[in-house]
């Protein structure tokens, strides 16, 4: 059976049981995600693909929150642009400053949220200590600092 949503003023339909991203992604509308894997579960820990649902009080992870009929969807709306940049600056409060060194530099998707929010200077100072990197596998090493959530 098929549902009636909107996003962003446009009229979709959607299967029953679909998350808001699976909708997005159908329609090309980009929403950034970091914890999202479609290879598994969606844990909906970092809350960077956030959208406003009218009616509700709270923003929905768009890649946990499954459709409903008549859902009106916002995914660019002024509330949900200042609550990413929130979490990017949230999230930077305890990623070391080591991008010019790092790997993944030019390639970081956080990166690339921050400069896309404009995210300008650190506006929350944690007490972030380094955390050793776990290099027991030859060709994975895990730093739990670059941690996303
Ligand atoms: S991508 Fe949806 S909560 Fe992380």
Known sequence: MLLNIEINGQQVSAKRGETILTVLNRIGVKVP??????SLSPSGACRMCVVE?????HLVPACSHQVEEWMQIHTHSPRVLKARKTLVEL????HPDDCLYCDRNGSCEL???SE?????DRK???KYKPIQIDKACPSIQRDPAKCVL
Do not use: F, K, P
């Open 116 to 120: 896309e929010l404009q995210v300008r």
């Open 124 to 126: 929350y100072i944690s």
């Open 91 to 94: 999230l930077l409060a305890n």
């Open 111 to 113: 990166q690339g949220l």
């Open 53 to 57: 649902v009218e009616g509700l009080s």
């Open 33 to 38: 995600t970091l914890c999202y894997l479609s």
